[in-house]
């Protein structure tokens, strides 16, 4: 069964299979997550990335996350956590923790980053702490996405918000009910230069001192 622009369903297993038809033919679906609603597509498709840029009115320079059911999905999109985000990635995801990811050449995605200086180009990922979003990743595959507003503007925390700000130009939008509202993810990249090996871009709802002490744990030996 196709959908029509603006449709919007509960989540359920007929409606996941309808939003992973859409993403996988390049076109865009809002769905909630463990903070905000958020606007989602194909993290491979270059057209469908456009359409959300010109949707939300986004700066090209503001890059999209990547969310993902698992870390286990970061080696088939071509992207290596350098340690020590490898380790902090083991004690707070699935959560509001977003490493920063270095594409190896073999990554196919088209959210990365670029780096003026030749280096590797990097991604934002995240894992939701939300089993109802983590369903949807597992149905559609990872998923470039933003918050589901214009840009500017408040981020949706119900389906309608989302549909009074896009209306038809998202194909689907997919029903959780109200998020949890308007939380940062805290973003880390790794820097061996920097004070224990990282540099935190956004501090959010995980607090600096609590990624610090966390790598310090049990001598440094904290997951693998």
């Known amino acids: 069964m196709s959908v029509e622009g603006g449709t919007t369903l509960k989540v359920t297993d007929e409606s996941l299979a309808q939003a992973a038809r859409v993403i996988r033919d390049g076109g ?24 959300i840029y010109r949707l939300k009115r986004r700066p090209r320079y503001k890059a999209l996350q990547v969310l993902l059911a698992s870390t286990d999905q970061l080696d088939e999109l071509g992207l290596d956590l350098p340690s020590p985000l490898n380790r902090l990635s083991a004690a707070f995801l699935p959560g509001a923790f977003s490493p920063i990811a270095v594409a190896r050449p073999d990554c196919t995605l088209e959210t990365l980053a670029d780096t003026a200086d ?6 934002g990922i995240r894992i ?12 559609t595959g990872p998923l470039a996405a933003s918050s589901a507003n ?58 600096q001192n609590v990624i610090r002490k966390a790598l310090h744990l049990n001598g440094g030996g904290l997951g693998a």
Request: proline letters at 6%.
């Open 118 to 123: 030749g280096r590797p180009g990097t991604q």
């Open 28 to 51: 865009l679906v809002v769905i909630p997550t463990d903070t905000v609603y958020g606007v989602a597509c194909d993290p491979r498709n270059k057209a469908a990335i456009d359409r």
């Open 150 to 207: 214009r840009s500017g503007d408040e981020s949706a925390q119900t389906v309608q918000e989302a549909v009074d700000a896009f209306g038809s130009e998202v194909d689907l939008y997919l029903d959780g009910g109200p998020t949890q509202g308007h939380v940062s993810s805290t973003v880390v990249k790794a820097d061996p230069y920097a004070r224990d090996g990282i540099e935190i871009l956004r501090e959010g709802v995980i607090a």
């Open 128 to 139: 939701p702490n939300s089993a109802l979003c983590l369903a949807i990743l597992k149905a």
